[in-house]
């Protein structure tokens, strides 16, 4: 009977080793959502009675079209802007057209796609850039023409922009954009404050930070679910807590993954 029992209290040790040890369920992903046009990227471990107040995992989230003073990510505002080129000290006016085609990349990078027309001669052209934090990059292709310049320049807190430029001919220039042009965007990164993950799908709830005007100490429930290989058949939802849960389509991003 006492080999039975110290047999016994060793399973029950070794059980309870196990189970102390075991990984906590994760959900993981990175999706761009549409409709409005935003990113997040996630990572909410189960929350378990033995991890206390450990750490649960994080949300990065941005909303590319909800301003936010002073978040340091930026997107392109709405409408036309000018864009003015100097070359050996004279400029040339452009204007870039409203419009803009825009695709999330992660939550602080957005590339974006247009035209435009050169003021002083009604030359049109095309562009595809990209902006990270303040960092812009782009490329003017001028229609029916080989000729293309390639613009590197930095978004200063007002949403102007100022840089440098090459052309495909070797031309060294500068160009400048008004304040206004970009527009500083909704971005907070929180860390996740409980979660339950399943199978197929996770709920967790993180609140907005207080550096974030108008939705600090806002609660926010998130449910996603993992349909399997690719983001096809995954879905995304998010709320204010206790309140019905507004689905967003995934419209690029690898989607959601489900570790159990």
Known sequence: MLATAGVAGASAASASTIQRHQPPRAAYGSVELGSPLQYETFLAFQSNAFQGNR???????TNWTYAEPGSG???PAAGSHALVFTYQGSQYAHTLSSGLTLVALSPDRLAFSGSGSYNGGGITWTLKGQVTDHKVRATIAYDGQSYKVYLSGRVADDGSVSGVARSSTGQSLTFTMPAGSFVS??????????????RHGATFRFTIPASVPGLA??????????GGRGPAHDTYAHGVTGTTLTPYPIIGGPGVTTIR
């Open 217 to 226: 100490g806002t609660s926010v429930t998130v449910k996603v679910h993992d």
């Open 55 to 61: 750490f649960h995992g994080s949300v990065d989230y």
């Open 73 to 75: 990510v930026f997107a």
């Open 185 to 198: 965007v909704l971005h907070y990164i929180a860390p996740v404050k409980w979660a339950n993950v399943q």
